[in-house]
């Protein structure tokens, strides 16, 4: 062998003995346990991402968590802003109510003989809706319009809105002050 073959050859085991040593050294430095919060163990590991989403669409108002937290099941994560719900629930409330006064303005404007005349109804209904206001509006405002009655021939009317409305107004009055009583 040659003199620069033997030099190489020479260089070549002196790394191999170095890297070796270096090896020994990093692996005797090397603490014998993990620190806390590490596992060791063998196999593979797969990282699971989970999608989250609300039943309904909307802008988040706050959210509870940051990017890489862990979260467990039922823990709330964020708030939605619900003023739109909010706004669409109070919509739905107005409609509920308008629909249930139409189930009592529909017959009261009927059976007070706007629609169809007293006289074709029975002697309980006509003597049953003398209570009721519509009554007496659609009497004076038929004698004003089509007879153009003065107030000599619908004073009876105009006395019988004005007890009628003194009694709603009793009560509605008498309820304001139990709800304002209850509030307080």
């Given at each position: 062998m040659?003199?620069?073959?033997?030099?190489?050859?020479?260089?070549?085991g002196l790394?191999a003995?170095?890297?070796g040593l270096?090896f020994l050294?990093w692996?005797?430095?090397?603490?014998?346990?993990l620190?806390?919060?590490?596992a060791?163990?063998?196999?593979?590991?797969?990282?699971?991402?989970i999608?989250i989403?609300?039943?309904?669409?909307?802008?988040?108002?706050d959210?509870?968590v940051?990017?890489?937290?862990f979260?467990t099941?039922?823990?709330?994560?964020a708030?939605?802003?619900?003023?739109v719900?909010e706004?669409q629930?109070r919509e739905?409330e107005?409609?509920?109510?308008?629909?249930q006064s139409?189930?009592v303005?529909i017959?009261?404007?009927?059976l007070?003989?706007?629609?169809t005349p007293?006289e074709?109804m029975?002697e309980?209904v006509?003597?049953l809706?003398?209570a009721?206001p519509?009554?007496?509006?659609v009497?004076?405002a038929?004698?004003?319009?089509?007879?153009?009655?003065g107030?000599?021939?619908v004073?009876?009317q105009?006395?019988?809105?004005?007890?009628?409305g003194?009694?709603?107004?009793?009560?509605?009055?008498?309820?304001?002050?139990?709800t304002?009583?209850?509030?307080?």
């Open positions: 040659s003199t620069l073959n033997r030099q190489w050859l020479l260089r070549i790394a003995v170095a890297a270096a050294a692996r005797y430095f090397q603490p014998k346990q620190g806390d919060g590490f060791g163990g063998n196999g593979r590991i797969e990282a699971v991402e999608d989403a609300a039943k309904t669409a909307g802008r988040i108002k959210i509870l940051d990017e890489g937290d979260v099941a039922g823990q709330i994560v708030y939605m802003d619900t003023e719900l706004s629930r739905a107005a409609q509920l109510q308008q629909a139409a189930v303005l017959p009261l404007n009927m007070s003989g706007g629609a007293r074709s029975p309980f006509q003597v809706m003398l009721a519509t009554t007496h509006f009497k004076l038929q004698a004003i319009l089509y007879r153009g009655a107030m000599d021939v004073w009876s105009f006395i019988s809105l004005a007890a009628i003194g009694i709603f107004f009793g009560i509605a009055l008498g309820r304001l002050r139990k304002i009583g209850q509030m307080a």
